[in-house]
């Protein structure tokens, strides 16, 4: 049988995700600047510290000066992303997060890592009852799923995890300012005031 301790513990590749159409910020968010860095760089940094490599997944490298992946489709959705990820992984385990949540802790990542196991595909960490399928880890196992899934335009994370077995962990009421997505200008400002006021 399978060492499960081990596996909790192994190398991880992370994939930041710059996607998202910002409709409603105006703007790139994987550029936007929260205290002088932008979104992207601050996810970056703190990575990592942690993954065996990191990477920008996305359209347009210009940007980033960070090694950067192509999306594999030219489709707009995260799981364009998340397969595109998956695909140039050469780790089993693949950490996938949107560049729109940038308080996430690496103690929070850290926590959720160790829920992988042999029997899963998926770990998913939940806020108050949400999935939060864009900050997650995948395992290469689901990639045929997700790509019929892709196939059949059938896009919606939520619909498409239910065909896999995955973890989904309930996150400490504590954790629930990490997840703040940063989809408008307030949001940004509300970020700004998180972090300025630890």
Known sequence: ???????????????????????????????????????????????????????????????????????????????????????????????????????????TIQSMAINRSSNIGAVIPIIRKIPQPICSFYRSTVMPHFRESLNQNHYRLSHILEGIKTAYINMQPKTEPEFLNINTSDDLKKAEKTINTK
């Open 1 to 107: 049988m399978m060492d499960i301790s081990r596996i909790n513990h192994t190398p991880y590749n992370a994939y930041i995700l710059m996607g998202g159409q910002s409709r409603r910020f105006f703007s790139d968010k994987s550029i936007a600047k929260l205290n002088n860095r932008t979104l992207t760089e601050i996810l970056y940094d703190k990575i990592s510290t942690v993954a065996k490599n990191t990477f920008i997944v996305g359209k347009d490298s210009s940007s980033h000066p960070f090694p950067f992946i192509e999306d594999k489709f030219p489709i707009q959705c995260a799981l364009n992303g998340i397969i595109t990820a998956l695909n140039h992984s050469d780790t089993e385990w693949s950490f996938v997060i949107s560049c729109d949540i940038p308080l996430i802790r690496i103690e």
